[in-house]
């Protein structure tokens, strides 16, 4: 057992104070992250600004004053704050804006926007679980807030002013943990906005959205985009089961009580123990009741939650969803269906059995961590399936962050909403800040790299293994080994990610010659360019990206080659040798040219040809491997993930 620094994600990302990507960018001092989201709750102890240095004179943004909120809430840290509302109010004139400001009345933008940069907060924590120091992924970088998203609406005009404002004010790095889905690149606000950023300098990373686990539900899957899918983190919530034998079972819980639980009577009886009934669970004896595994554990805490005559409860489950999603609102732990065979035992064969409970407790260092989240949208990308997406997973499912306190963050029993700091909150809206956390750290530490070479080196140095060193598992696929399209390239390593050895880079031409090759007309290409010194002189469906993507449908060949033509920089300290090693994906045959790469000194390019022939496959399932480049006698090695998938149908 071990009770530890509550967000705990960016110990689990191996970020330290001493070494690496922290100290490297002087923990993002005076990188900007510009959130686009719900608000922002001014007072939190996150964005407070001890320790934090002016703010930098290049900034152009503003403290936007309205509803509850004024200019002097900003400070060092929350270094501006405004609200685009214009599509909301053309969309119904005379509407009354709930809260016409730049505060926060969801708390998601709050949440998204400490975790991203959020500065020190000793005594966090979600009702007793996860106590600790929280922190975001770069703590000294500033935040501003772009409130986009409303109560009374989300409209596209909005989110692209924000975002455009943004770019404007001078920010380095945008991250926005939401999507337009079944929308065309040049109808998408985020590939509007987000083209414009990455012409500037700007990084976008963008939530990859929770639409899994079937593929093709993705969406931000923008070329000049990171997209970010979530994963596990390495922790659980504990509560003990101690029964009247002195046998003690560590449980599932996030009971949000330090409640007093001893000696209880313990039952199990047939008329009760589905406890999907309120009615027959009424009439129980008032004792701790032991409920059957019937693969509905949602829908048996809430019905316990709705007595208050049940002390407590004994749910069997290893469901993953619930230990991804949490909400636990009656007194009760879950155990999985192995220890459930000894509880049977002791209660079904003692007298007079009897049960203690103790609830809020921490528990990291979990295995297997991190998979694959089961809600996490899959790719392709529906946006421009040629490109590999999502582009990486980072941690997703109950991560602890700043809230707004005047909402519920939890809830005992039905009628006892709870109120709190901080919340333990799931999705890949969570997942996204620590990349563009991790994004703004990267630019500290190279404020020479363009976008594409930032994503370059967070994908290529991505973790494919969990923490037993084994493949990464997807929880939406049966435990199944995670597949590209579940999770990029792998789990985020900042560390690495600070010195990646060789980048892929792109340019904004890249970019235009991509929409030139999509048969979409001058006019929607300007949509999403706003600029006529953009041409078509050169299409292509194959830009220089870090992952490759082979697609397959009914009127695939028995035998389909793809092929792709990749440049290579050297961002290393001198000359170096790489060799390309290939791990094959299954009913494919991958071949590269050539397979070794000399770089005489720092930024030499060296470009190489990947061929892929392959096969559909009957069933529609997806295969994957990488190419991994390793260089000789040196550190380095950079990776990239390859998939054959069944096509989707473009929006």
């Known amino acids: ?75 060092s840290k929350l270094i501006g704050a405004r609200y685009f509302n214009k599509g909301v109010k053309a969309a119904a004139p005379g509407i009354k804006i ?20 959020g500065n020190y907060v000793k005594d966090a ?21 772009y409130k986009v998203l409303w109560e009374e609406g989300r409209y596209a005009s909005d989110v692209l002013a924000g975002m455009d404002q943004a770019i404007a004010d001078g920010v380095d790095v945008i991250s926005i943990s939401s999507g337009f889905d079944e929308v065309p690149l040049y109808e998408d606000p985020i590939a509007i906005a987000s083209f414009a950023a990455m012409e500037k300098g700007v990084v976008v990373s963008a939530s990859a959205g929770n639409e899994g686990p079937p593929l093709g539900n993705l969406h931000n899957g923008i070329p000049w985009v990171l997209t970010v899918t979530a994963g596990t983190i390495d922790r659980s919530f504990a509560g003990t089961l101690t029964l009247g034998n002195g046998q003690k079972i560590t449980g599932w819980t996030m009971f949000p009580a330090n409640a ?11 008329t009760f123990s589905a406890c999907n009934s309120t009615k027959l669970l009424s009439q129980a004896p008032y004792a701790i009741i032991l409920c059957d595994d019937t693969g509905f554990v949602f829908n048996q805490i809430n019905t316990i939650a709705a007595l208050s005559n049940v002390p407590g409860a004994i749910f069997i489950s290893n469901h993953t969803v619930l230990f991804e999603l949490g909400g636990f609102s009656c007194p009760g732990v879950v155990i999985n269906p192995n220890d459930a065979i000894s509880v049977m035992k002791y209660v079904t064969t003692d007298k007079d059995p009897s049960a203690s409970m103790k609830f809020q407790q921490t528990i990291v260092g979990t295995k297997p961590a991190p998979a694959a989240a089961y809600y996490t949208s899959r790719g ?14 980072a941690p997703g499912s109950l991560v602890l962050a700043s809230w707004i306190p005047n909402d519920n963050s939890a809830r005992i029993g039905l009628n006892i909403p709870l109120s709190s700091n901080f919340n333990m909150v799931s999705g890949t809206s969570m997942a996204c800040p620590h990349v563009s956390g991790v994004a703004a750290l990267l630019k500290g530490a190279h404020p020479e790299w363009s976008p594409a070479a930032i994503r370059s080196a967070i994908v290529t140095t991505a973790n494919p293994l969990d923490n037993t060193l084994n493949p990464i598992r997807d929880n939406g696929e049966k435990f199944a080994y995670a597949s590209p399209l579940a999770m990029g390239a792998g789990q985020i390593d900042p560390h690495r990610a600070l010195d990646p050895g060789l980048i892929y880079d792109a340019t904004p031409h890249d970019y235009v010659n991509i929409l030139c090759s999509m048969n979409y007309t001058k006019k929607q290409i300007l949509t999403i360019t706003r600029s006529k010194r953009y041409t078509c002189s050169n299409p292509s469906p194959d830009l220089n990206y870090p992952s490759f993507i082979a697609l397959y449908d009914n009127k695939t060949a028995a035998v389909a080659v793809q092929r792709f033509r990749r440049t ?34 720092k930024y030499d390019k060296q470009t190489y040809t ?28 950079v990776r990239s993930p390859i998939a054959v998938s069944p096509a989707v149908k473009l929006w």
């Open 125 to 145: 924590t979600f009702f007793g679980y996860a106590t600790g120091t929280a922190r975001g992924m770069a703590p000294r970088a500033r935040v501003a807030m």
């Open 98 to 117: 709930i809260m016409n400001s730049p505060r926060d009345t969801r708390g998601h933008g709050t949440h998204t926007s400490s975790t991203a940069a």
């Open 1 to 75: 057992m071990a009770t530890i620094d509550t967000t705990h994600t960016f110990e689990f990302l191996s970020l330290n104070s001493t070494t690496g990507l922290w100290p490297a960018s002087n923990f993002g001092e005076d990188v900007i992250i510009g959130v686009i989201d719900t608000g922002v709750w001014p007072e939190s102890l996150s964005y407070k600004d001890d320790g934090m240095t002016p703010v930098p004179s290049r900034w152009k943004g503003i403290c936007e004053e309205g509803e509850e909120f004024t200019s002097s809430m900003c400070n």
């Open 568 to 601: 290579l920089t050297n961002v290393g300290d001198g000359a170096a040798t790489y060799k390309a090693k290939i791990v094959v994906t299954k009913g494919s045959k991958v071949t590269v040219s050539p397979d070794s790469l000399v770089f005489g000194k």
């Open 380 to 393: 392709p990308s529906r946006s421009y399936p040629g490109i590999l997406k999502p582009d990486v997973m």
């Open 260 to 270: 007093f639980i001893q000696n209880q009577p313990l039952l199990y009886n047939k």
């Open 610 to 637: 990947l061929t892929i022939k392959y096969s559909k496959d009957k069933g529609g399932r997806v295969s994957f491997g990488s190419i991994v480049w390793i260089e000789q006698n040196g550190v380095h090695t």
